[in-house]
T-cell receptor, first 112, second 114 residues
Framework: GDSVTQMEGPVTLSEEAFLTINCTYTATGYPSLFWYVQYPGEGLQLLLKATKADDKGSNKGFEATYRKETTSFHLEKGSVQVSDSAVYFCALSRAGAQKLVFGQGTRLTINP | GAGVSQSPRYKVAKRGQDVALRCDPISGHVSLFWYQQALGQGPEFLTYFQNEAQLDKSGLPSDRFFAERPEGSVSTLKIQRTQQEDSAVYLC????????????FGPGTRLTVL
């Protein structure tokens, strides 16, 4: 069945550091890929998405590129801020299946 | 109030009790989803509605779990004879169309079964 594997956390970085959170997937066909973020005390929010191979999703300085050849969708940010501290979830959805399949989440803490 | 709302936000139940969790989706959203999120894990799919039709209930863990959306808007997730393993955050999400589309999540209901 479909599955998503994320880099295990927790991840702790200093402000202005470069961030990568790895995500790989297994799915039949060509799924859409998503990154969701959960800030402390808040609900899940969509951060970015990509719907086909080689698409790049971007938002709030975060980027992720849909790599079909490596079945990956790694999240990157060039300079993190304290306000980026949150739990990040990689997810996929297949056309016709509708539901989201999530990874286990990566907790990110940014220290000033 | 444009977002997805859920009630109650917190629910404590004694083992064996029945509970009902409510979801109000974004107005006009066709699709509605329920997910279960155990502590420290990612959300797991439970069931999916398109308007009032329940099109996928493959994720419901047992016949103690039942969901409905009778008028194609508000949805209720009911858990009968709750067990300790049912303790989790229950998330509701809605989306505006039939295709693969952005799902907007509510704040969740944290269920604790004693």
């Amino acid at each position: 069945g479909d599955s998503v594997t994320q880099m295990e956390g927790p991840v702790t970085l200093s402000e202005e550091a470069f961030l990568t959170i790895n995500c790989t997937y297994t799915a039949t066909g060509y799924p859409s890929l998503f990154w969701y973020v959960q800030y402390p005390g808040e609900g899940l929010q969509l951060l970015l998405k990509a719907t086909k191979a080689d698409d790049k999703g971007s938002n709030k300085g975060f980027e992720a590129t849909y790599r079909k050849e490596t079945t990956s969708f790694h999240l990157e940010k060039g300079s993190v801020q304290v306000s980026d501290s949150a739990v990040y979830f990689c997810a996929l959805s297949r056309a016709g299946a509708q539901k989201l399949v999530f990874g286990q989440g990566t907790r990110l803490t940014i220290n000033p | 109030g444009a977002g997805v709302s859920q009630s109650p936000r917190y629910k404590v139940a004694k083992r064996g009790q029945d509970v009902a969790l409510r979801c109000d989706p974004i107005s006009g959203h066709v699709s509605l989803f329920w997910y279960q999120q155990a502590l420290g894990q990612g959300p797991e799919f439970l069931t999916y509605f398109q308007n009032e039709a329940q099109l996928d209930k493959s994720g419901l863990p047992s016949d103690r779990f039942f969901a409905e959306r009778p008028e194609g808007s508000v949805s209720t997730l009911k858990i009968q004879r709750t067990q300790q393993e049912d303790s989790a955050v229950y998330l509701c999400a809605s989306s505006s169309s039939w295709g693969v589309d952005t799902q907007y999540f509510g704040p969740g209901t944290r269920l604790t079964v004693l």
